[in-house]
């Protein structure tokens, strides 16, 4: 119903910024749905799944703990593209991230969720940072 696609990882240094994108295609009109839920999440080695942020069909936002004032989440919804703003990027940010997306209003009213309330995933890119 949905494909989604991620790019934008690669190496950045302490301090630096990235950019991540992610783009849906959606090959029926039945799955254009008018209320939504997207979020990027993030995997370290020996680590589970995180939650980073979350944006719906409404433009609200929500992010961890651990990105806030740091990380932007944006969408071109005409486009169906999703982004990602990594600043000032730490090592500890070191991981596989992966969008996702899910029909209806976001399952949690103030934070991300888990990666069990989001039906569609891409398949990742990797974000690697060095101090």
């Known amino acids: 119903q949905i494909h989604l696609a991620e790019s934008g990882g690669g190496s950045a240094r302490f301090g630096e910024s990235l950019r991540l994108s992610c783009v849906a295609s959606?090959?029926?009109?039945?799955?254009?749905?008018?209320?939504?839920?997207v979020a990027w999440f993030r995997q370290a080695p020996g680590k589970e799944r995180e939650g980073v942020a979350s944006i719906d069909s409404d433009d609200q936002t929500t992010y961890s703990e651990s990105v806030k004032g740091r990380f932007t989440i944006s969408q071109d919804k005409a486009a169906s593209y999703l982004y990602l703003q990594m600043n000032n990027l730490e090592p500890e940010d070191t991981a596989m991230y992966y969008c996702?997306?899910?029909?209806?209003?976001?399952?949690?009213?103030?934070?991300?969720?888990?990666?069990?309330?989001?039906?569609?995933w891409g398949q990742g890119t990797q974000v690697t940072v060095s101090s």
């Open positions: 996702a997306a899910a029909p209806g209003h976001c399952a949690h009213p103030s934070r991300v969720g888990e990666a069990s309330d989001y039906w569609f």
């Open positions: 959606v090959y029926s009109q039945q799955t254009r749905y008018p209320t939504y839920c």
